[in-house]
């Protein structure tokens, strides 16, 4: 399915559900109100995604003579596209993402970590990496999931409050609506993302940088370092980066949208690029 219809059913899925919650919490005037906030929702869904998840994670626009914005503009030039906005996560943990709504609107994002982490060959394959997710226009649709993923978790969070302050405050209430709001925010999520496209991702990075062992080695030890430093990141987020940042356990686990890293490395170093 195209990307762009995707992005439209996910952002129709989000009003419905907005819409049911506020007439179940408020009745007409729930309804009148959900429907504000969903119209709100869609367009800054749409035009706003990727600040907000930017935003999220504290990131920090570098300027030209940064070696991660250079790095960039050599891999953008060499791939055809026009130069992102470069950004750095003041995170210790090793990992990267791109966002924006399309290749003249998209922006690149990686941690502290990594560019302590990784070799500058293997730098290098993560952020070819990420420019193919911007070739592929992969990033309108996961910033869009992220954002309503997150809005649908925050809803069931709000919906909890609201139960447990009519009822005396009761947790096992709130524990109840993530129990069905976070799987649900979950489909939503792997319904939008495909797995296959982070070895896409993958394939589409070693032909732009004709390396494919550089960004095997990344994988590995993006993958092994994160176990160890895992990334403080929102589920909801958790498709966007180049590894599953944190170990995710219990409801959590259910936003995994990423293949096996050796598997990865495994498909990468058979791939005739």
Same mark, same amino acid.
């Given at each position: 399915m195209p990307n762009g219809l995707k992005t439209a059913l996910l952002l129709g899925a989000l009003s419905?559900?907005?819409?049911?919650? #506020?007439? &179940?919490?408020?009745?007409?005037q729930g309804l009148v109100l959900a429907f504000a906030f969903a119209a709100l929702m869609n367009l #800054?869904? &749409?035009?706003?995604?990727?600040?907000?998840v930017l935003r999220m994670y504290?990131?920090?626009?570098?300027?030209?003579?940064?070696?991660l914005f250079q790095m960039?503009?050599?891999?953008a030039q060499k791939a055809g596209l026009p130069m992102p906005k470069v950004y750095v996560i003041p995170d210790s943990s090793p990992n990267a993402f791109a966002t924006g709504r399309n290749p003249q609107h998209a922006a690149v994002a990686a941690t502290e970590g990594i560019m302590q982490a990784l070799a500058p060959h293997e730098l290098e394959g993560v952020i070819a990496h990420e420019l193919a997710h911007v070739r592929h226009r992969d990033i309108l649709i996961s910033s869009v999931a992220a954002t309503i993923a997150a809005a649908v978790m925050m809803?069931?969070?709000m919906a909890a409050g609201g139960r447990d302050d009519r009822e005396g405050g009761s947790n096992p209430i709130a524990l109840f609506a993530m129990m069905i709001f976070a799987p649900m925010a979950a489909m939503l999520i792997q319904m939008a993302i495909s797995r296959s496209r982070e070895f896409a991702a993958d394939a589409g990075a070693a032909r732009i940088t004709g390396n494919p062992?550089?960004?095997a080695d990344a994988l590995r030890k993006i993958d092994a370092i994160a176990r160890r430093v895992p990334l403080d990141a929102n589920p909801a987020t958790a498709h966007m980066f180049i590894v599953k940042p944190f170990?995710?356990?219990?409801?959590?686990?259910?936003?995994?949208?990423?293949p096996p890293t050796e598997a990865r490395v495994q498909a990468l170093l058979k791939g005739a690029y």
């Amino acid at each position: 399915m195209p990307n762009g219809l995707k992005t439209a059913l996910l952002l129709g899925a989000l009003s419905g559900m907005l819409l049911l919650l #506020g007439d &179940y919490l408020g009745g007409q005037q729930g309804l009148v109100l959900a429907f504000a906030f969903a119209a709100l929702m869609n367009l #800054g869904s &749409y035009w706003f995604s990727d600040k907000i998840v930017l935003r999220m994670y504290h990131a920090q626009e570098v300027s030209p003579s940064h070696p991660l914005f250079q790095m960039t503009q050599r891999l953008a030039q060499k791939a055809g596209l026009p130069m992102p906005k470069v950004y750095v996560i003041p995170d210790s943990s090793p990992n990267a993402f791109a966002t924006g709504r399309n290749p003249q609107h998209a922006a690149v994002a990686a941690t502290e970590g990594i560019m302590q982490a990784l070799a500058p060959h293997e730098l290098e394959g993560v952020i070819a990496h990420e420019l193919a997710h911007v070739r592929h226009r992969d990033i309108l649709i996961s910033s869009v999931a992220a954002t309503i993923a997150a809005a649908v978790m925050m809803v069931a969070r709000m919906a909890a409050g609201g139960r447990d302050d009519r009822e005396g405050g009761s947790n096992p209430i709130a524990l109840f609506a993530m129990m069905i709001f976070a799987p649900m925010a979950a489909m939503l999520i792997q319904m939008a993302i495909s797995r296959s496209r982070e070895f896409a991702a993958d394939a589409g990075a070693a032909r732009i940088t004709g390396n494919p062992h550089a960004l095997a080695d990344a994988l590995r030890k993006i993958d092994a370092i994160a176990r160890r430093v895992p990334l403080d990141a929102n589920p909801a987020t958790a498709h966007m980066f180049i590894v599953k940042p944190f170990s995710g356990q219990g409801l959590m686990s259910l936003f995994s949208t990423h293949p096996p890293t050796e598997a990865r490395v495994q498909a990468l170093l058979k791939g005739a690029y």
